[in-house]
């Protein structure tokens, strides 16, 4: 099927080429006509924090909604007459904002709630209420109260809006960073192909993969919770994986060319090899990205729905838009060559990388073990992982969530940056005195740093009690409270009756995420190795290979998830990244990496095995087909790793968020990793090891199995180099 549908887009390259223009520009104007729609929803079944929510969702809405402060420095001080009219003129501006439910001024509060004020009079806060809940509110009604703030922060005011739902808004929204991991990976291109022409084929066929699927993606986020980073994320992917799976595919056609064969033969056995490869790779990384929504988290779904699509539609391009270019360029793959670059895709023998691979097979349990050592040593910081999420302190300097951060710290300690939102169903007036009476004694529990007085619903059968830590969101102290709340300090203070109160609000949202990312991760990660494992078992005949496959991948993603942990939560180089101080793991991290990096790592895996199974099927000689199969794809895979690792550095220098620079430079570690020590040392030195029992299976499942091979028929593999020597096993060996 692959064959005839990429020999008619060969042969119908103008049809073909009309097919997708027309599919870009249509996609693209309904995407245009309907926009992005964000959403991001926050839900957590079967956790406190999410029953407290519904609680109040019921019974007390005008307190479910999310919250932001709008955070004011004055010099002259808070209560000077002139200020503290320009104050309530902003706090009236807000009121009257469309979604906005309340505004607590610090000029009407509760003496016995805590101060909103600071003790010098400089530094208050107001309290904004929205009525949609966190991740529901929508972008005009912040950036309408982002203006009101702005405006109020001149004359000697600093004024700044500060929540969760406003540092979505100062999300990036890439382009610039898009376009300088173009230009990077246009010089890794032509440093690889020394053509002018060759290099431009994998950017155009990136280009169109990625123009439509970032359409798609937009019309998916009509139907599917769709983040503010997911755009940015679903780019960085698509720009790696779509230059990556061109390049495999061009590099197998200029072989045939710089054999003798014609353009229409050379792309037959380019598209049945390298093009059965790119479908294999692709199609593991869509199952990869799919794999999160096996954690349920309805907030990234878009995620994995969106960058999937990303990835199919590239994948699909390399495919179909591919080979009718090819057939454009018939001959000429190489015009306008660089003399100093131009590369000849030859035989394998004799060549860097093949002297390389015998190297490493004489010593195989010396390298084998160097190598497996360094992953270790990598992944090793991997063992003292914090989960949770990092706080707005990590901000962007001159950002308005950093700045009203660091305004709340500095008037009032850190924990005002960490609220909590204590919820009671009510059954009488004695309730409400008993949850007063627990209001005043958690005030003298280690780590809290003030208690509010219980805030009863109009009807009388609810109550909430603010509470502030003593410690900043994203410290290890601050999930030891809630830990401590829940487990110890309220049940003993509601032993003798009273209501039952749930500890919920933003702060413990973010605990209980964690937590359940930590309980979920290995269902994900196992369902993911799993389905990988069948599929390389089916297309590689083997038991041996997938499990190695399966094993050599976690070590590539534990080193990427050790050294982000060494720079994001021990504090190692994080200056030099612009990153504001050490902290826990975003929670969501692991999840994402796992899914995304599974499937990259997979891409070079199968480019890999499936050109040693090639050779491996005509000689039957392991050692042999090995070495041939290091020496055809090591530059290849050298070059699409570069570009990754190029794609996503640009994304971590430039993206300004710490989440998208711990994103970014997990992927690139895991890359880099996978793609010099794993597939150029660990791969060769264990598969010499393991010889023939690499290609074991037991008859009975090999009968069993549907046939389904990505190397391509033998009689074609036979053809790929055909002045090549066979040279035996190297002695030691």
Not at 178 to 198: H, K, N, P, R, Y
Not at 308 to 334: C, H, R
Not at 453 to 477: F, K, R, W
Request: contains cysteine; hydrophobic residues 50%.
């Amino acid at each position: 099927m692959l064959a005839r549908l990429t020999s008619w887009c060969f042969r119908r390259r103008w049809q073909t080429l009309i097919l997708w223009i027309a599919l870009l520009i249509t996609s693209n104007i309904a995407a245009g006509q309907l926009g992005l729609r964000f959403e991001n929803s926050f839900s957590l079944p079967g956790t406190e924090s999410q029953e407290s929510l519904d609680l109040l969702i019921a019974r007390f809405p005008s307190q479910s909604g999310d919250e932001a402060d709008l955070v004011v420095r004055a010099p002259d001080g808070i209560e000077d007459p002139t200020t503290r009219a320009r104050l309530e003129a902003a706090f009236a501006e807000l009121e009257a904002i469309d979604g906005v439910g309340a505004v607590a001024s610090p000029f009407d509060v509760d003496p016995q709630a805590p101060p909103q004020i600071s003790q010098d009079g400089t530094i208050a806060f107001a309290k904004v209420q929205f009525e949609e809940k966190i991740g529901d509110v929508h972008r005009a009604t912040l950036l309408d109260a982002i203006a009101v703030a702005d405006r109020l922060s001149t004359d000697g005011l600093t004024a700044a809006l500060g929540g969760q739902s406003v540092q979505e808004t100062e999300q990036p929204e890439g382009g610039l960073t898009e376009v300088i991991g173009l230009l990077a990976a246009v010089v890794i291109l032509l440093i690889t192909f020394g053509s002018v022409l060759a290099m431009g084929l994998p950017l155009v066929v990136a280009l169109f993969g990625i123009g439509v699927g970032m359409a798609v993606l937009t019309l998916l986020s009509h139907g599917v919770s769709t983040p503010e980073f997911t755009p940015i994320m679903a780019s960085m992917i698509g720009i790696a994986v779509g230059i990556d799976y061109a390049l495999f595919i061009v590099t197998r056609q200029r072989q045939g060319i710089h054999e003798g064969r014609t353009p229409e033969d050379a792309n037959r056995v380019a598209m049945g090899t390298a093009g059965r490869a790119v479908l294999f790779a692709g199609a593991t990384v869509v199952i990869a990205l799919l794999g999160i929504l096996l954690a349920g988290f309805e907030f990234v779904e878009g995620v994995a729905v969106g960058s999937s699509a990303v990835v199919l539609m590239t994948m699909l391009a390399s495919v179909t838009l591919l080979p009718a270019l090819l057939g454009f360029v018939g001959e000429n793959i190489d015009r306008w060559g660089i003399k100093r670059l131009t590369s000849k895709e030859a035989g394998a023998e004799g060549s860097m990388w093949w002297r390389w691979s015998r190297n490493i097979q004489q010593r195989p349990w010396l390298w084998a073990s160097l190598s497996l050592g360094l992953l270790l040593l990598l992944a090793s910081p991997l063992l003292t992982m914090r989960m949770g999420v990092s706080d707005a302190g990590n901000n962007p300097e001159g950002s308005g969530s950093r700045t009203a951060y660091d305004l709340l710290a500095e008037g009032f300690g850190p924990g005002f940056n960490a609220p909590f939102l204590l919820v009671a169903e009510l059954e009488g007036p004695d309730d409400l005195a008993a949850l007063n009476e627990i209001a005043a004694s958690l005030r003298d529990v280690d780590g809290v740093a003030g208690v509010s007085p219980a805030i009863p619903n109009e009807a009388g059968d609810t109550a909430i009690v603010n509470l502030l830590p003593t410690s900043a969101p994203q410290d290890a102290e601050t999930d030891e409270l809630v830990r401590r709340l829940r487990d110890d300090v309220l049940p003993q203070l509601t032993a003798d009756g009273g209501p039952t109160v749930l500890v919920g609000g933003i702060t413990p949202i973010f605990s209980d995420f964690a937590d359940k990312v930590a309980d979920r991760l290995a269902y994900v990660i196992g369902a993911v190795i799993l389905v990988s494992f069948i599929l390389l078992m089916i297309v590689f005949r083997s038991i041996m290979v997938p499990l190695k496959a399966a094993v050599m991948n976690l070590l590539s993603i534990g080193a990427a998830y050790g050294v982000i942990v060494a720079i994001f939560q021990w504090g190692w180089g994080n200056e030099l990244l612009g990153i504001g101080r050490e902290g826990p793991i975003d929670a969501w991290a692991p999840l994402m990496l796992f899914a995304i990096l599974f499937g990259l790592s997979m891409d070079y895996e199968v480019f890999l095995l499936s050109r040693i199974r090639e050779d491996y099927t005509l000689t039957g000689d392991n050692a042999l087909a090995v070495a041939n199969g290091v020496a055809t794809t090591a530059r290849v895979i050298t070059a699409a790793a570069m570009i990754m690792v190029t794609v996503f550095i640009v994304f971590a220098i430039g993206g300004g968020v710490r989440a998208v620079t711990l994103f970014a430079i997990g992927l690139a570690t895991a890359i880099l990793v996978d793609a010099t020590v794993v597939r150029l040392v660990l791969v060769p030195s264990t598969m010499e090891l393991l010889g023939d029992a690499n290609w074991w299976i037991p008859r009975w499942l090999d009968r069993i199995l549907p046939n389904l091979s990505i190397e391509g028929e033998p009689h074609e593999a036979a053809s790929q180099a055909p002045d090549q020597q066979l040279d035996p096993a190297p002695t030691g060996s």
